[in-house]
């Protein structure tokens, strides 16, 4: 649905005469580049403007505010590492969104797959009882990645083959599988030891998984950041990845090119939903011991905004979900000393996304980042 | 729960259900058809009747009034559409995304605004009790029915006419259909999709209201849970059409009291499953009236809805 929104390329013809110099063209590839970083970090401090404007409105200090996301998120070794450990799942669930906008589908039910890769693998420890953990953690990874590759996959297929808007059906798939879960949690998989807050059997100490050597951080954070360069790969480097790109930025070409978009659409969400339930994988194997209600934190809601603030590459989703994270990390603090209600963070979040999106409409109109606005006065560069 | 009672309690406990619940799915999906007829979509009316819900009990609670309630609502959804109008009139700002932008913001504001509100009650909408004839509390309790429900149904047939007769309503209509051939005949599409997303803004936060001070009749942070987006999903299914709207809303509604229903005979087990059937039914629905090929009959052709 969202078309890509770059600047046009450069002409490719090699025995083009007009051909603009060498230096040039690298200026105008470092301006592009320069862009693209430039005006998301413009719209977050324009975000964080208005934000402070609403705090002021409230009657409270704004630099007390931001003293508070530095030192509750990042000013401290114990803040940084807290604020990994919640960008380990946000890595997961932006990919979830990342990843099919290269096809131009807007996906938000990572939420859903989530709490059902959660489910999928305390359901799936079980019968594992008993097996090395070396057999049993990958099996448990596979069957959560598999029930979530199923959910967001069955929405690329509905869209691929019946036209389904493919936004709506991921959102009420994700409230499908909230209720399925919940039902699985407080019926079939039910501890019945799990007194006041029903959960699923504990997967057992032995297949807990640890942290990452020398830090306080679980294994999901390690995974999640291969996981955004195994995406960056696949999207920039081979040629599914420009095949799908080029079925995102145009649907009609890419058919009459004979590219197999309906398998491109499966595969890419289904490859969504495996991450998204990773994050779930992780939240009951290496921080909760079980699948119960505390999967459903909102990690898949705030992967949306991760995935448009990274502009849905998968490298940049790294320092936003490390900027989110420690945002999200600070949220505790913010309420105990400012006074201020947990909803505080979702207001900055939400006014992000929608600085973020209005920012789109600036890409190209600033000279300096611009080639083609040289052009006027040079030779033509694209 | 073997006998003809339970059947009988549930059956009329749905349709009671219907009516009630269906309310809310009424105003935003005629709000939304509004905005689509005018070629944008909003998803972000979740959001605004998340929004709706907390200033309407909020203003009850400090007023005293539940109308004034409903006013604040409708003027705070009035906002939330003019600023996703407002916006999306920028080239290369995606609507559906901007939707999916203020459906987050408008609830994470709402809670932040909200948070005094969720202990203290606040008085509720009138209710017509059509049941007075019957001596059985649950037909008296089905038949009970609430004034916005009465004024989202004449406001359907009302938007079922205008949309054909009213100068408005087919200025609307070619906007949505053809930007180029309203601006041709020297009409300001920007400013006609301002409007329709505002007006369809408005109805949202009207139906956000009845959610807090009617039915469920509280204000907490899960009282929507998504009804704002199955309403847009709804409109699909009516075809943009006013008055399919308030039949799907009737259905949508008669869904949704399915699992209080049977809860309330005391069918506890599968609780969660019947509380999905809104979902699964909005999707069927999605599914049986898509299709892979050929444009939805009926669709505005302006809109990005693919």
Redesign the interface.
Known sequence: ??AD?TAPGLPLAESDPDRPPASLQIRAWLARRTESVAIPLGAVAAGFLIFSLFLVALGKSPLAFLDLVWRGGFGSPFALQNSLQRAAPLLFAALCVALPARLGL?V?GGEGAIVLGGVAAAAAAQPLQGLSPLLAVPLMALAAAAAGAAWIGAVGA?R??????E???S???S??AL??S??LI??WLRDPASLNKPSTAPIGEAFMVGALPGLDVHWGLGIGVLACLAAYALTERTTIGFAARIAGGNLRAAQIQGLPVGRLVVSFTALGGACAALAGFFEVAAVHGNANASLNAGFG?TG??VA?LARHNPLAILPVAFLLGGIEASSGLIQRRMQ?????V??L???L??VV??S??L?GRFKPFSPHLWAEKRGAVS | MSDDLGLTTVLLAVIGGAIRVSTPFLFVSLGETITERSGRINLGLEGTLVFGAMSAYATAVMTGSPWAGVAVAGLAGGAFGGLHGFICRFPRVNDVAIGIALMLFGSGLAFFLGKPFIQPSAPPLPAIPFGFWSDLPQVQAALRVNVLFLAGAALALFLWWAFRNTKAGLIVRVVGDSAEAARAMGYDVDRVRLLATATGGVLAGIGGAYLSLYYPGSWNEGISSGQGLMAVALVIFARWNPLACFGAALLFGGAGALGPALQSVGISQGYYLFYAAPYVLTLALLIATSSPDRALTGAPGELSLK
């Open positions: 649905m969202a929104t807007v938000i509905l691929a083959y019946r036209g389904v808007n936004t709506i059906a959102l009420l798939m409230y499908i209720a399925l919940n039902h407080e019926g809601y949306i905004l448009f201020l209600p947990d909803a505080t979702l207001v979040e939400g006014l996304f929608l999106l209005v789109e409409t890409y």
